[in-house]
């Protein structure tokens, strides 16, 4: 691939080599440029443009890309479709991640040009969820190099948790409540809940030998067995592991290194794998039992050397938990929305835009109905001017409400309340104006699944403008935050430069918001068919998060 400053003339038919603004137009990197770009770049008072252009051996960022997805896309894993040379891969349903690292190593090593990550092998996720990507760093890389990746690939897979059967056992010393006995099992019912295991038995008997060993020596259809002690289990002889070799099991291994979790026992009566449960399994905090239960549940053996592998890693933070990361796109929580609609409509000659009717709607219940057939909902919506009867207009669908009781002093301070509302488990956000009511809810799909980290920062596109809404992830909260003034994100967008991700929108309600009562009039003839012949009618939607 050659990549190069050139003039223009040379340019023609070469891929931008990075984005920039052309007049008043930003020009994306990957542009293929036609000679009328040349044309709008000579008018624009350029004389060279920075530019790739393939060889012969070269395959497209897309096409390598895909072709590698498709190569590690195993048992219920997707390859999902490239955008800017990167394809990630997903899993079809809940399970554990399986990969061979010494096979993705080579393939890093291959050449510089090919990039593949993964979650670390027995990763825990959920449907949907993104478990690898590959990222084509160039515009292209030679045929030659991506067939050795492609003669490396090992091919992910999943094993996904299978609907079996769990029983609980319990024992109990002398002072030993039954609220802390329920605790246990309620805190243990929800963890196998999480995994779509059916509990079964539920038993509780003296923290004593022969008695436990009744217990476990008794027929079952359970496929594991779980043992809650009374006490923690230090040594072989305690009373869990002998009671599982005195019911005609073994002890597989006794302790295991990963904290917390250590005391943890693993036996098998026959098949059935036995887990005398560590202290730290009463709380719903991940820990190493969670580690062997899971793997268990999705069909994956554990033996002694497995768990003296956990080692590296085994050291957990303080705040991991139990459940798995959200499934996305688009859907559980995992990309949320905001609606600010606590704006002044100063320019709007009285009332509240947001309130004006729109095809027997009001406008901002456009926005909202989007939101949710784009299945982002519901929605955190900030309020503020009129903030009484905004919230009344919205009263019949399912949505968070926050105040901002700063509105006057801009947008930056409507988009700060905003953000400091926004859920836990919310990995990025899709930023709505209140007064952008043609915004389609494919659009909104689309900025949805951009969110592939807590980095991502995406913008749709309408013939090379940028426009609303914006979806931004969590790691750029903090700088939005700090914005004051009748601003929003535009500046940041500009300091991010290439890593803003632009998705090319399927109308004009990008750019078009409604802050006159002219551009709401020019709508409302839009929506009887009496559009202006540029097909944008509207005001110029102004870039805010």
């Given at each position: 691939m050659i990549f190069a400053t050139v003039d223009l003339d040379a340019a023609v038919g070469s891929l931008l080599g990075h984005g920039q603004m052309v007049g008043d137009t930003r020009w994306s990197k990957g542009r293929r440029l036609s000679l009328d770009d040349i044309d709008a770049a000579r008018a624009a008072g350029l004389v060279a443009l920075t530019v790739a252009r393939l060889e012969a051996e070269d395959v497209p960022e897309a096409d390598a890309a895909q072709a590698l997805g498709d190569a590690l896309a195993g048992l219920d894993i997707e390859a999902l479709a490239p955008v800017h040379g990167r394809v990630n891969l997903a899993a079809r349903q809940s399970g554990l991640l399986r990969l061979d690292a010494a096979a993705i190593d080579r393939i890093n090593r291959i050449d510089e040009s090919i990039t593949l990550g993964t979650l670390a092998p027995f990763a825990r996720v959920a449907a949907g969820e993104i478990v690898a990507t590959v990222k084509i760093i160039p515009y292209a890389v030679s045929r030659p190099v991506l067939d050795l990746a492609l003669a490396a690939v090992v091919p992910l897979s999943l094993a996904a948790f299978r609907g079996i059967t769990v029983e609980l056992f319990t024992t109990r010393l002398h002072g030993v409540s039954d609220k802390a006995v329920a605790k246990t099992e309620s805190v243990t019912r929800a963890r196998l809940a999480s995994l779509g295991v059916t509990?079964?038995?539920?038993?509780?008997?003296?923290?004593?030998?022969?008695?436990?060993?009744?217990?476990?020596?008794?027929p079952t259809s359970a496929a594991i067995t779980l043992v809650a002690g009374a006490s923690a289990t230090v040594d072989r002889r305690d009373v869990v592991p002998a009671a599982i070799v005195a019911a005609g099991g073994i002890v597989e291994r006794l302790g295991m290194p990963v904290d917390p979790g250590n005391l943890l026992c693993l036996g098998r009566i026959g098949k059935r794998p036995v887990i005398g449960l560590p202290g730290c399994?009463?709380?719903?905090?991940?820990?190493?039992?969670?580690?062997?239960?899971?793997?268990?549940?999705?069909?994956?053996?554990?033996?002694?050397?497995?768990?003296?592998?956990?080692?590296?890693?085994?050291?957990?933070?303080?705040?991991?938990?139990?459940?798995?990361?959200?499934?996305?796109?688009?859907?559980?929580?995992?990309?949320?929305?905001?609606?600010?609609?606590?704006?002044r409509s100063s320019r709007f000659g009285g009332g509240n835009k947001l309130l004006a009717d729109l095809e027997g709607r009001p406008v901002v219940?456009?926005?909202?109905?989007?939101?949710?057939?784009?299945?982002?909902?519901?929605?955190?919506?900030?309020?503020g001017n009129m903030g009484a009867q905004v919230r009344d207009t919205l009263a019949d669908r399912a949505a968070i409400y926050v105040e901002a009781a700063d509105f006057a002093a801009g947008l930056s301070a409507s988009l700060r309340a905003g953000l400091a509302a926004v859920p836990a488990e919310w990995r990025a956000v899709l930023v709505c104006l209140g007064d952008m009511p043609r915004v389609t809810p494919a659009t909104m799909q689309a900025l949805a699944e951009a969110a592939t980290s807590d980095s991502a920062v995406a913008v749709p596109t309408w013939h090379g403008k940028r426009g609303n809404p914006v979806l931004w992830g969590r790691a750029h909260f903090p700088r939005l935050m700090a914005m004051t003034g009748d601003v929003g994100g535009k500046a940041l967008l500009a300091e991010l430069g290439d890593a803003v991700i632009e998705v090319e929108a399927d109308s004009d309600g990008v750019l078009a918001d409604v802050d006159t009562p002219e551009a709401l009039a020019a709508m409302r003839d839009q929506s009887s068919g009496n559009s202006s012949s540029d097909g944008s009618p509207f005001s110029t939607a102004r870039t805010v998060a």
């Open positions: 509990v079964g038995r539920i038993e509780t008997c003296e923290h004593d030998e022969a008695a436990l060993t009744a217990l476990l020596a008794q399994a009463r709380s719903p905090k991940r820990n190493g039992f969670d580690w062997v239960l899971e793997r268990l549940v999705a069909g994956i053996d554990v033996t002694s050397l497995d768990v003296a592998a956990m080692g590296v890693g085994g050291l957990l933070p303080e705040a991991e938990r139990p459940e798995p990361r959200v499934a996305q796109p688009a859907a559980a929580g995992r990309v949320g929305a905001i609606i600010l609609a606590a704006g219940v456009h926005v909202a109905d989007s939101l949710e057939t784009a299945g982002l909902g519901p929605p955190l919506i900030v309020l």
